[in-house]
């Protein structure tokens, strides 16, 4: 799978389960640690742990198991699937972390796109 597939898979999954928030940040040219930052945001902790869970199960569907998860049970919990970097904050830690500032020299991605079809 690749990794723009792997971002639509991933958006359409976290908007389906009211997800807040989703932004796409290309990250290419920036560091070899990832091509792409998916950021969400939980209404509550319960919410980002069955948001998490159901992007790792719709992924595993195709094919994909994470090269790695950390936060399983945590107001953060990140998704590694390699080339796509998927973030599910609860509120408070996404301002705090604010992970769209740190990448901000990023390609912003347009998910409206993913969200058609």
Known sequence: MEALEIVKTAVK???????????VIGITDLTIIADYFVI????????????ADEVEYQLEQNG????????RNTPWVCLDYNSVV??????DQRDFYQLERLWEDGEKIDITKYLED
């Open 13 to 23: 999954t976290l908007d389906k389960k009211k997800g807040e928030n989703i932004e």
């Open 40 to 51: 969400a945001t939980g209404t509550s902790s319960t919410q980002v742990k069955a948001l």
């Open 64 to 71: 994909l198991t994470p090269h790695h998860i950390e936060g």
């Open 86 to 91: 998927i973030h599910i904050f609860y509120k």
